[in-house]
Nanobody, 115 residues
Framework: QVQLVESGGGLVQAGGSLRLSCAASGSIFSINTMGWFRQIAGKQRELVAV???????NYRDSVKGRFTISRDNALNKVYLQMNSLKPEDTAVYYCYLNSQGLVYWGKGTLVTVSS
Protein backbone atom coordinates (compact mmCIF):
# COMPACT_ATOMS: atom_id res chain seq x y z
CA GLN A 1 0.00 0.00 0.00
CA VAL A 2 1.15 3.49 -0.87
CA GLN A 3 -0.30 6.60 0.74
CA LEU A 4 -0.02 10.12 -0.59
CA VAL A 5 -0.82 13.01 1.71
CA GLU A 6 -1.11 16.51 0.31
CA SER A 7 -0.92 19.76 2.22
CA GLY A 8 -0.71 23.47 1.49
CA GLY A 9 -4.01 24.24 -0.20
CA GLY A 10 -6.19 27.13 0.83
CA LEU A 11 -7.68 30.46 -0.16
CA VAL A 12 -5.53 33.12 -1.77
CA GLN A 13 -6.15 36.31 -3.70
CA ALA A 14 -5.33 36.56 -7.37
CA GLY A 15 -1.64 37.26 -7.83
CA GLY A 16 -0.74 35.45 -4.64
CA SER A 17 1.26 32.31 -4.03
CA LEU A 18 0.80 28.90 -2.47
CA ARG A 19 3.09 25.92 -2.04
CA LEU A 20 1.69 22.43 -2.16
CA SER A 21 3.49 19.48 -0.63
CA CYS A 22 2.93 15.77 -0.99
CA ALA A 23 4.52 13.05 1.07
CA ALA A 24 4.52 9.44 -0.09
CA SER A 25 4.73 6.57 2.37
CA GLY A 26 4.18 2.84 2.44
CA SER A 27 5.51 0.06 0.27
CA ILE A 28 7.45 2.17 -2.19
CA PHE A 29 10.14 0.43 -4.15
CA SER A 30 10.96 2.58 -7.10
CA ILE A 31 9.22 5.84 -7.83
CA ASN A 32 9.41 6.85 -11.45
CA THR A 33 7.31 9.96 -11.79
CA MET A 34 5.66 12.24 -9.26
CA GLY A 35 3.50 15.19 -9.96
CA TRP A 36 0.31 17.15 -9.66
CA PHE A 37 -3.02 17.03 -11.43
CA ARG A 38 -6.05 19.19 -10.79
CA GLN A 39 -9.76 18.94 -11.27
CA ILE A 40 -11.85 22.02 -11.84
CA ALA A 41 -15.50 21.67 -10.93
CA GLY A 42 -17.42 20.02 -13.75
CA LYS A 43 -14.31 19.15 -15.74
CA GLN A 44 -11.98 16.20 -16.11
CA ARG A 45 -8.81 15.86 -14.10
CA GLU A 46 -5.89 17.47 -15.93
CA LEU A 47 -2.14 17.40 -15.68
CA VAL A 48 -0.53 20.39 -14.00
CA ALA A 49 3.10 19.31 -13.72
CA VAL A 50 5.04 16.06 -13.48
CA UNK A 51 8.67 15.38 -12.76
CA UNK A 52 10.59 12.17 -13.40
CA UNK A 53 13.07 10.70 -10.95
CA UNK A 54 15.79 12.30 -13.05
CA UNK A 55 15.21 14.63 -15.94
CA UNK A 56 13.19 17.67 -16.81
CA UNK A 57 9.69 18.36 -15.54
CA ASN A 58 6.71 18.81 -17.79
CA TYR A 59 4.08 21.53 -17.30
CA ARG A 60 0.73 22.31 -18.83
CA ASP A 61 1.03 25.44 -20.95
CA SER A 62 -1.22 27.60 -18.80
CA VAL A 63 1.04 27.30 -15.73
CA LYS A 64 4.44 27.59 -17.39
CA GLY A 65 6.43 30.43 -15.90
CA ARG A 66 4.16 30.59 -12.84
CA PHE A 67 4.39 27.12 -11.27
CA THR A 68 7.50 25.19 -10.34
CA ILE A 69 7.57 21.51 -9.45
CA SER A 70 10.35 19.92 -7.45
CA ARG A 71 10.93 16.66 -5.61
CA ASP A 72 13.04 15.20 -2.87
CA ASN A 73 13.84 11.63 -3.79
CA ALA A 74 15.33 10.82 -0.40
CA LEU A 75 12.14 11.86 1.39
CA ASN A 76 9.70 10.72 -1.30
CA LYS A 77 8.17 14.18 -1.47
CA VAL A 78 7.02 16.39 -4.29
CA TYR A 79 6.26 20.09 -4.16
CA LEU A 80 4.43 22.59 -6.32
CA GLN A 81 5.26 26.25 -5.92
CA MET A 82 2.43 28.27 -7.42
CA ASN A 83 2.98 31.97 -8.06
CA SER A 84 0.88 34.62 -9.78
CA LEU A 85 -2.22 32.57 -9.12
CA LYS A 86 -5.32 33.26 -11.18
CA PRO A 87 -9.00 32.54 -10.44
CA GLU A 88 -8.92 29.91 -13.19
CA ASP A 89 -6.38 27.97 -11.13
CA THR A 90 -9.12 27.24 -8.60
CA ALA A 91 -9.40 23.47 -8.36
CA VAL A 92 -8.76 20.42 -6.25
CA TYR A 93 -5.11 19.51 -6.67
CA TYR A 94 -4.13 15.84 -6.53
CA CYS A 95 -0.72 14.38 -5.91
CA TYR A 96 0.30 11.68 -8.39
CA LEU A 97 2.89 8.93 -8.17
CA ASN A 98 3.90 6.29 -10.66
CA SER A 99 5.88 3.38 -9.27
CA GLN A 100 6.81 0.66 -11.71
CA GLY A 101 3.68 1.23 -13.73
CA LEU A 102 1.32 1.44 -10.75
CA VAL A 103 -0.40 4.79 -10.30
CA TYR A 104 -1.38 6.24 -6.94
CA TRP A 105 -3.36 9.35 -6.08
CA GLY A 106 -3.71 11.52 -3.02
CA LYS A 107 -7.11 12.58 -1.73
CA GLY A 108 -6.66 16.11 -3.00
CA THR A 109 -6.29 19.57 -1.56
CA LEU A 110 -8.49 22.50 -2.50
CA VAL A 111 -6.95 25.66 -3.91
CA THR A 112 -9.27 28.64 -4.22
CA VAL A 113 -8.11 31.83 -5.90
CA SER A 114 -10.35 34.84 -5.41
CA SER A 115 -10.49 37.71 -7.86
Amino acid sequence: QVQLVESGGGLVQAGGSLRLSCAASGSIFSINTMGWFRQIAGKQRELVAVIPRSGSPNYRDSVKGRFTISRDNALNKVYLQMNSLKPEDTAVYYCYLNSQGLVYWGKGTLVTVSS
